[in-house]
């Protein structure tokens, strides 16, 4: 599952997870981690980070990746200089903030950048299970769906293009006793 992106498909009303799409970062017999694309924080990377950023870097807003270890660092980025391309195709995972400073420091915000406060874990086979028990709905990820310029939208979005039933879900009010 690694590179693809789980969402909310209607059983997760009332968790972390309602209506939220994560990018599954890693997934191996060790279990899984992943970041939520569509939950911003109130923060702006230079508010939640002291550190000798770039000025560019210091205005990106922050996301909440996670209810696990919400002091924990991630990003996300497509600096092409960066090899390692883990997470997917032109997609690289990072949690250093030395290589955080020098990654802004190279680049002026051209390539797509997300940092993250937090993260999704799974520990070994929960993943799977809550897939065999159809919690969560798998979709392809792309680069533009990672870095969709109206995160608070993504979840709607990516469920509107899928089946009649994942549409009805995405045109639902958030409560339903609002219907």
Known sequence: MQGQLILDGGKLHGSFFHRKVVLICQHDEEGAFGLVLNQLSNSKV?????????????????????????????????NPTVLDK???????????????IDLGEEWAG???????????GWSPGQLDNEMKRKDWLLH??????????????????????????SRLMADAPDDLSWN
């Open 110 to 120: 051209a390539p797509k950048f997300k940092l993250f406060a937090g993260y999704a």
């Open 46 to 78: 230079g508010e939640a980070l002291v550190a000798n950023l770039s000025d560019g870097l210091k205005g990106q807003p922050l996301f909440v990746g996670g209810p696990v270890q919400p002091g924990a660092l991630s990003y996300l980025h497509t």
């Open 140 to 165: 392809p990820a792309t680069l533009d769906l990672v870095f969709f310029p109206e995160p608070a939208e993504l979840w709607k979005k990516i469920m509107s293009e899928k089946d009649p039933k």
């Open 86 to 100: 883990n997470v997917m195709n032109n997609l690289s995972l990072g949690h250093s903030l030395d290589t955080l």
